[in-house]
């Protein structure tokens, strides 16, 4: 079964501060993609990044990065330089035959 | 620009009556699309997926006669909340995979009051 989960409900930070956002997932897959999306207050949805389960590099874009260790079962994503802009819900996921597993999401507030 | 996109992208309905909800698949073909279902404030929740020229599969829990499914092509798939109340109301999410999982893509959403 496939499960994520976001333990940080909610984070406020001041603009220009970093920000982790946590994810920790089960699956019983060999190969997996992992998910991160962001969901401003319009809902829909915004894809930030897939990650194969056989590539564990870092990844950075922009102000964004991630850490994917497979070990810990965690897939975490660092907002940089944080801005009002980024406030939204994020969503960590995973996906089994095209089916999407959403964690319960975490909602950043970045005050300015 | 959007490949998926939903119609209406927001309803209001009164308790009792039926509402239909449309997504698209734009610039390709989808024999599968999926449905999601989010509460206010919650996660998304998987109710189904739905099969281009077969009857659609449903998550445990989801009620397959409260909530129809119809792909009627490979473009097109509708849900339809039947007898619709206040606790249906909720954003309905669908989404469609182009080749892959990771070429999955999410129409922007439809937001259903029942009153």
């Known amino acids: 079964a496939q499960k994520v989960t976001q333990a940080q409900t909610e984070i406020s930070v001041v603009e220009k501060e970093d920000v982790t956002l946590d994810c920790v997932y089960e699956t019983r897959d060999t190969t997996y993609y992992l998910f991160w999306y962001k969901q401003p207050p319009s809902g829909e949805l915004v894809f930030l990044i897939r990650?194969?389960?056989?590539?564990?590099q870092n990844e950075i874009s922009g102000r964004y990065s991630w850490n994917f260790q497979k070990s810990t079962s965690s897939f975490n994503f660092t907002i940089t330089a944080s801005q009002v802009v980024d406030s939204a819900v994020y969503f960590c996921a995973t996906e089994n035959f095209n089916k999407f597993y959403f964690g319960s999401g975490t909602k950043l507030n970045v005050k300015p | 620009g959007a490949v998926v996109s939903q119609h209406p992208s927001w309803v209001i309905c009164k308790s009792g009556t039926s509402v239909k909800i449309e997504c698209r698949s734009l610039d390709f073909q989808a024999t599968t699309m999926f449905w999601y279902r989010q509460f206010p404030k919650q996660s998304l929740m998987l109710m189904a997926t739905s099969n281009e020229g077969s009857k659609a599969t449903y998550e445990q829990g989801v009620e397959k006669d409260k909530f129809l499914i119809n792909h009627a092509s490979l473009t097109l798939s509708t849900l339809t909340v039947t007898s619709a109340h206040p606790e249906d109301s909720s954003f309905y999410i669908c989404s469609a995979p182009r080749d892959r999982a990771y070429e999955q893509y999410f129409g922007p959403g439809t937001r259903l009051t029942v009153t």
């Open positions: 990650r194969n389960s056989f590539d564990e």
